[in-house]
C-alpha cells in the first residue's frame, strides 16, 4: 500500500517530464527508450560484478536497486498507458518491454558464448 501511494507520486513528478523531452511521444521512442534502459541495466549489473569482491549478498544489494528501479518504472507505465478500460494498450506496451528485454538478454548471451 505504501510502495503505491509513494510510487504514484513520484510517477506525477517525472511522467511530465518525459513526455515533455518527447520520450513517451512515438512508438520508436518509446522503444528506444527502454531498449537502452535495459541495456544501462545490464551493463551495470556486469559492472558490478566485476568490481565487487565474491560477496553474494551486496552484489544482489547493489544490482536490486537499478533493477528495482527499473521494474517499478516499467510497471507505472503499463499501469497508467491507455485508457482504463483498454487493456489493449497496456498489454502492447508490456508486450514490447519484455521483447526488447529478452532480445537483449539473447544478444548478450550470444556475446558470451562467442568469447568462449
Partial sequence: MYWD??????????????????ILKT???ITRFFRLSTQMCVDLC???????????TLVRTKCFH???AFV?????LVKHSGDV?????????LNK???ITLLYIL???GLKFISL
Avoid: W
Avoid at 5 to 22: K, T, V
Avoid at 46 to 56: D, F, K, Q
Fill in 46 to 56: 556486469y559492472r558490478i560484478l566485476a568490481e565487487t569482491p565474491n560477496t553474494p
Fill in 107 to 109: 544478444f548478450q548471451i
Fill in 27 to 29: 512508438d520508436d521512442l
Fill in 85 to 93: 478500460s483498454n487493456t489493449n494498450t497496456k498489454i502492447n506496451l
Fill in 72 to 76: 517499478r518504472l516499467i510497471a507505472l
Fill in 97 to 99: 518491454v519484455s521483447v
Fill in 5 to 22: 501511494l509513494d510510487a504514484e507520486i513520484r510517477y506525477a513528478f517525472f511522467s511530465p517530464q518525459m513526455n515533455g523531452h518527447g
Fill in 66 to 68: 537499478a533493477l528495482d
